[in-house]
């Protein structure tokens, strides 16, 4: 199609295509407004009654043409600045049709019209609607019943729009509805005056994976969504198919329906039952099969099949309504499994390792069913918002304490933080990063006997942290005034299910935000810190893992990890000693291992879309020298390297150093004339106790060093590859990416942190692990010209002796009062 023709589409670009724009406008109002309301999907996929859009744009006639030109000048005022400055806009690569059933609302910008075509903004995750309609749209496109029958659902998720588009939602289309963000252009089609404007957002797009059983092929599929109205309102599944491929020698990760049929299928194997008679045990209902996919260690895993080596548990028998079947590992059983036809290929019934006697202290729940005592003496402890909470939530759009964001969630990474940005007072809304996840995380075992040297799982990329997630519970997981947020996922047969309350948002005291008292005086001023956390929590097999981003009010972000859940356990041989891991109990052993995590940033520090002006700096503390300089010794000083590219950019913490890494516009200054930036500061970490040759590591080779630093490209988004799966290829993914060296000087930088935690057991980790927490900051480095804290207002406090629970004003609040202190009185 004439690229012209494409632009007539999406721009307003002349008065006559304006007049015909409002010919359309108004029979859509006529439409709209003959019935008195409308209904619109809200962020859940459910429908809600919503005004007619007649009743929501009619007022008074002259306050709106004054609006109007009001309107226009800042408009023109912008353009002007643009065209002055020779700015290259960010193109738009999508094009919308003009389907007068999408348009839900419409306004007017520099007197021609811009229509608002989706209720949906690009980045809100599917909704079930959409979801279903993108199964049923692939389904339909299958060549035979056969291939149609075969088809299990993996994932399915939004296929995130380019950053421009993201910038042209936010200008005109949703809040905050600031034009600046997008970069308009004038027309250069002859008749055309001034500069072209979007009549509507490009149509949302799915991605599909999808595995099919009888083929055991996986392919990838994007389906437009631009007919999903039609769903809602007449019953009709459509929806097109923009490509379909299939991806040779891949696996894609396992599904939940999986893992209980191979742990029924191994539970009805006759020699598996025969093994476990060995062992003392024949009731089959007290036997666990946890299903591990197999990894990579030789031609024998590769994915020609789709194969999963089981571990095995055995439940005491006991009243206990959760009993912990860990405590009571089956070793010397081998078993592989073909997934594909759901059968046992191989069994092996290797060495008999009684099994561990039952531990009395093998259960967590509360004292009445697992025979202990609990405390007594904890009293309550409420939290009270009287007034509500200071966030407010559009939809997914996040607005508290001077920063905004918008919430998406995804099967694979779980919660994900899109469009960072701080209301700066006079400089307006400035961007920090533009997408905040974690991508991937790594569990390797450190005991080289078998079964456990294969204990390495990838938890988001064979598994899927997002589909793994919990509904949270109001007062145990998350406490206060609380938002949630559900998510939407397939299941491996193309149904539709909802995790109710899985996205947990609320706010949290965190004690001193800062405070000073002048000791001449007694005057004293103290601010508490508060922080608005969002976060999912998952359950892998044993472990469960909550992921946390915390925003605080000095504009510091922190991403935090929190481990808990069960010990990963191995049986012992009486008198048996392993020095890879710690006794627990008799005949139970807990092997070392290491966690780690990926996060994926990707950076956007005072950069409006499609700016690349960002650079990473790093930064080390180095002594100096004796000498004439530093004649008593004790000088220090922080030395700067610039990361010119991607080679140079692979990078390992060094706390010796306090080595931490700056992300900085190169075209934005402080007040002092330095480049404002926020840097990554690291918490602690590690790297892998493994040797070079691990076999792990061919497919996690991205774990050698703990930051990488790639320039942006939106299909480098898993640092081991989109499907480490049994994956044979030797450092697919980050290492791979970082040979063609890009420079990384003013560009669109990705961040990938890797951090982790090596876990020797402990007694007290047992039964379930008291949480571990690891994590890193994203701190303003120079971005702001003073405290973004100072203006923290003083705090009040409630009176715990008083049953009313009166608010009362702190002393040092206001006015600052005079105090008698023990030093005032010496002096």
């Not at 990760?253 to 008679?277: I, L, Q, R």
């Not at 950076?603 to 002594?623: H, R």
């Not at 971005?783 to 009176?799: G, M």
């Amino acid at each position: 199609m004439d690229s012209r023709a494409e632009a007539a589409k999406i721009c307003c670009h002349s008065t006559a295509v304006a007049r015909n724009c409002c010919d359309v406008q108004q029979q859509q109002q006529q439409q709209r407004c003959s019935s008195s309301n409308t209904r619109s999907s809200d962020a859940a996929g459910s429908l809600q009654s919503q005004p007619a859009s007649c009743e929501v744009e009619l007022g008074d006639e002259h306050e709106e043409e004054e609006e109007q030109e009001q309107q226009q000048t800042r408009d023109a005022e912008h353009i002007r600045n643009n065209n002055n400055n020779n700015k290259k806009p960010a193109a738009l690569t999508f094009v919308g049709s003009l389907d007068p059933a999408a348009t839900v609302g419409s306004s007017s910008v520099k007197g021609f019209l811009v229509l608002r075509s989706q209720s949906a903004h690009p980045l809100d995750p599917l909704t079930p609607t959409e979801i279903a309609v993108a199964i049923a749209t692939v389904r339909a496109a299958g060549d035979t019943p056969e291939v149609r029958d075969g088809m299990r659902f993996v994932e399915v998720v939004l296929n995130e729009p380019g950053k421009n588009v993201v910038a042209l939602a936010d200008a005109y289309f949703f809040p905050p509805y600031q034009p600046m963000l997008f970069r308009s252009k004038a027309g250069n089609v002859p008749g055309a005056f001034g500069p072209m404007y979007p009549l509507q957002l490009p149509p949302r797009q799915a991605r599909l994976v999808v595995y099919n059983k009888k083929t055991n092929e996986t392919s990838v599929w994007l389906v437009e969504l631009s007919e999903v109205h039609a769903t809602a309102r007449s019953g009709h599944h459509r929806g097109k198919v923009l490509s379909s491929v299939v991806v040779p020698d891949v696996q894609p990760p396992m599904d939940a329906v999986e893992y209980a049929e191979c742990e029924a299928t191994v539970k009805e194997h006759g020699p598996f039952v025969e093994a476990m008679k060995r062992r003392g045990i024949d009731d089959m209902d007290l036997v666990m099969v946890d299903p591990w996919c197999v990894g990579y260690y030789g031609e024998e895993d590769a994915p020609s099949r789709r194969l999963a080596r089981p571990l095995v548990f055995c439940r005491t028998p006991g009243a206990c309504p959760l009993e912990n079947g860990y405590a009571r590992p089956v070793e010397g059983i081998h078993v592989l499994v073909d997934m594909r036809q759901m059968k046992v290929i191989e069994f092996e019934d290797r060495y008999l390792v009684p099994l561990p006697p039952p531990d009395p202290l093998r259960n967590y729940t509360a004292a009445a069913s697992r025979g202990g005592v609990d405390r007594t003496d904890i009293k309550p402890l409420l939290i009270s918002q009287p007034e509500g909470p200071s966030f407010r939530v559009n939809g997914y759009a996040v607005e508290w304490q001077k920063w905004n964001f918008r919430v998406g969630f995804t099967p694979r990474e779980g919660l994900v933080i899109h469009t960072v940005a701080y209301d700066d007072g006079s400089r307006g809304r400035r961007s920090i990063a533009h997408r905040l996840s974690f991508v991937e995380m790594v569990v390797p075992y450190g005991d080289p006997k078998d079964p456990h040297y294969r204990k390495n799982a990838f938890d988001a990329g064979e598994d899927g942290l997002g589909k793994n997630c919990h509904s949270l519970k109001r007062g145990c997981d998350c406490l206060g005034y609380i938002k949630y947020f559900d998510a939407h996922f397939t299941n491996f047969h193309g149904g539709v299910e909802t995790v109710e309350n899985c996205v947990c948002m609320h706010e949290e005291d965190h004690g001193i935000m800062w405070k000073h008292q002048d000791w001449r005086t007694g005057s004293e001023e103290v601010r508490r810190s508060r922080r608005l956390t969002v976060s999912f929590f998952c359950t892998v097999a044993n472990y469960e893992y909550g992921f946390y981003w915390h925003f605080y009010q000095d504009g510091r972000i922190e991403a935090e990890v929190k481990l808990t859940g069960i010990l990963s356990l191995g049986a012992l041989k009486t008198d048996e000693h392993r020095r890879h891991g710690t006794l627990i109990a008799p005949g139970l052993y807990a092997p070392v291992h290491q966690h780690f995590f990926v996060a994926r940033l990707d950076m956007a520090v005072d950069c409006k879309p499609g700016e690349g002006w960002n650079q990473v700096v790093e930064v080390n503390v180095k002594v100096e020298e004796p000498g004439p300089d530093n004649p008593h010794n004790n000088a220090f000083y922080a030395e700067e390297t610039l990361l010119r590219s991607e080679l140079e950019a692979q990078r390992d913490c060094n706390s010796l150093t306090a080595r931490h890494w700056l992300v900085r516009n190169t075209r934005t200054f402080n007040r002092t004339g330095q480049l404002t930036g926020y840097k990554l500061m690291p918490g602690s970490n590690c790297l892998p106790l493994a040797g070079p040759d691990a076999k792990f590591l061919r497919r996690a080779a991205f774990l050698n060093h703990n930051l990488w630093v790639t320039q942006y490209n939106r299909d480098e988004c898993f640092p081991g590859g989109e499907f480490p799966n049994q994956n044979p290829r030797v450092g697919e993914g980050l290492p791979t990416w970082v040979q063609q060296d890009r420079k990384l000087e003013e560009t669109d930088i990705v961040l990938w942190y890797v951090f982790g935690v090596t876990h020797v057991p402990r007694l007290e980790d047992w039964p379930v692990m008291p949480v571990e927490h690891i994590g890193f900051h994203l701190k303003p480095h120079g971005f702001f010209n003073c405290s973004p804290a100072i203006d923290i207002p003083p705090s009040k406090a409630v009176v715990a002796d008083d049953p009313d629970h009166k608010e009362v004003a702190v002393k040092g609040a206001g006015q600052p009062e005079t105090l008698t202190s023990t030093l005032m009185s010496k002096l």
